[in-house]
């Protein structure tokens, strides 16, 4: 059996921390959805839902992901036309 906790009469330092944690609004939200229907080839989904089960997660939710970082990666703002001509 492991030895007992002896405690003894040291002062404590203690200091206040800010508060960091999201607030519990800020972690019910949800990003605004869009039902959409996509035909996926069979090879596609069955890869996804075999990586879903590995994760424990859906595999839908890892195809919006994949689709929300492509996004991501390559959403540049619009280039207008007159940015274009004086490029020239």
Known sequence: MSKKIKYQDEPIEARIIEDFLPSPEQLAFREEGVKV?????????????????KHHTQYQRMIRNLIDSYVDAYDKPPVSDSALTEQE
């Open 37 to 53: 229907t996509i035909a996926l080839s069979k090879k596609s989904v069955e890869f996804f839902k075999a990586e879903a089960a």
